[in-house]
């Protein structure tokens, strides 16, 4: 999870559907302002390009319409994500990735195990009763919890295992000085892109490799925030 700046004002027909009967809160323009705020990633897990778009409420408005319509509770998840949050009031309190003050990539450790399995890790590095939330909110998004949810949540770690191989394959050629495919400004450059946010998904797991290398932290720390 990183931070994601929300555009304002509010895309123009929420307040007009707000006051219908049964009004939808995902018409075309909500749609497509959360598609570019969120640069076509779920919030949660950060997969790029999701198959299924769904517009979640970061506080579930459970028939509240203040809530339901509300641009600010407005966020751009993946199925699977929105699913696993669900309603459930374990998840309701979690850190918001459109507040910059939440520092949500830079209080929660996104690491990856290789050995003996794939696996995705969270680490506390700030502790509140947010951090913990979402950090078990995430735990369950790449483990799964139901049959279904864990053939997904397998799904979403290949998915995570294979962007990874790329990014570190531009981080090793960057400090083994490799140039033999491509420029090492080139490959700066790319590395630049993967952690503004606006290339690929799990920005916040190649923040984290940055982070771990000195050298890597030296060169890029500047550009994970
Ligand atoms: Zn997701």
Known sequence: MIYLQKSLPAPESLAKEQIKKSGKYDSEDVLTRLHADFKNKCYICE????????????VPHKGDVNLKFDWNNLFFSCGHCNHTKGSKNEYNNILNCTVIEDGVDSRIAHRVDSF?????????????????????????????????????????????EK?????????SAYLSKDN?????????NIIIKHLRSDKGGFTAFKRWIIRDNPVLNQEFGAFCR
């Not at 969270?122 to 369950?140: R, S, Y």
């Not at 495919?181 to 080139?186: N, R, T």
Request: aromatic residues 8%.
């Open 180 to 188: 033999s495919v491509i420029s090492l400004k080139d490959i700066c």
């Open 116 to 160: 003996p399995q794939f696996e995705a890790r969270f680490e506390i590095v700030n502790t509140d009763v947010k951090v913990t939330n979402t950090v078990a909110l995430l735990n369950a998004v790449y483990n799964g919890k139901t049959f279904r949810q864990k053939l997904e949540a397998s799904n979403l770690r290949a998915a995570l």
């Open 47 to 58: 997969l790029h390009q999701p198959t299924i778009i769904q517009t979640e409420h970061f």
């Open 163 to 171: 962007e990874l191989e790329e990014f570190e394959q531009l981080t």
